[in-house]
């Protein structure tokens, strides 16, 4: 008579990072921090400092923004890394990256960054979440763009995200 291997289910605590610069974080990234809140027991949005860009706001300044627009998920935590994404992963115990898609050519830079990450950390998964339809467009760099020519960003960003931005640019330069 064979045997049928049973497998007792494993639980694993599920921490997810979400990484990104989020200078400033707009609608799109809230989004996908709101709907991996429901899918992960808990969801780290680590803000990195990229040397290429020259940010808006400083790395303490977009963790304060960012507490202050998921405040109301208990599961979600802010903090900042320099180095490796997979190397902050890591350190927490995390198991996912997530990585949020909006157009086709996302998904080819993240894709080869997921491939990178698992030569670098075989027990890390990257998991891609499409932006919901009506961010598909939306990108910090757009916001900077438009609020920089004086245009409204408010549907954009929350509330008090787009008030810092408007002390940034200052409404003065606006009128031309």
């Known amino acids: 008579m064979g045997h049928t291997l049973r497998r007792e289910p494993i639980y694993l605590l599920m921490i997810a990072i979400y990484p990104g610069s989020f200078d400033?974080?707009?609608?799109?990234?809230?989004?996908?921090?709101?709907?991996?809140?429901?899918?992960?027991?808990?969801?780290?949005?680590?803000?990195?400092?990229?040397?290429?860009?020259?940010?808006?706001?400083?790395?303490?300044?977009?963790?304060?923004q960012i507490k202050e627009a998921t405040q109301p998920l208990s599961n979600v935590a802010v903090d900042s890394f320099d180095g490796?994404?997979?190397?902050?992963?890591?350190?927490?115990?995390?198991?996912?990256?997530?990585?949020?898609?909006?157009?086709?050519?996302?998904?080819e830079k993240?894709?080869?960054?997921?491939?990178?990450?698992?030569?670098?950390?075989?027990?890390?998964?990257?998991?891609?979440?499409?932006?919901?339809?009506?961010?598909?467009?939306?990108s910090s760099s757009l916001v900077k763009e438009i609020a920089k020519f004086g245009g409204p960003i408010d549907h954009l960003v929350p509330k008090h995200i787009a008030a810092d931005i408007e002390k940034c640019y200052g409404k003065a330069s606006f009128q031309q």
Do not use: C, W
């Open 24 to 64: 400033p974080i707009t609608l799109g990234h809230l989004d996908i921090i709101t709907r991996s809140s429901k899918l992960y027991e808990q969801v780290v949005v680590v803000v990195s400092r990229n040397p290429s860009k020259n940010p808006l706001f400083s790395v303490e300044k977009r963790m304060a």
């Open 84 to 107: 490796l994404t997979v190397s902050y992963a890591r350190e927490k115990q995390a198991n996912v990256l997530l990585r949020g898609l909006r157009v086709l050519s996302d998904f």
């Open 110 to 138: 993240e894709l080869q960054m997921a491939h990178t990450n698992k030569t670098l950390s075989d027990d890390i998964e990257t998991v891609f979440l499409a932006t919901s339809t009506e961010y598909g467009f939306l």
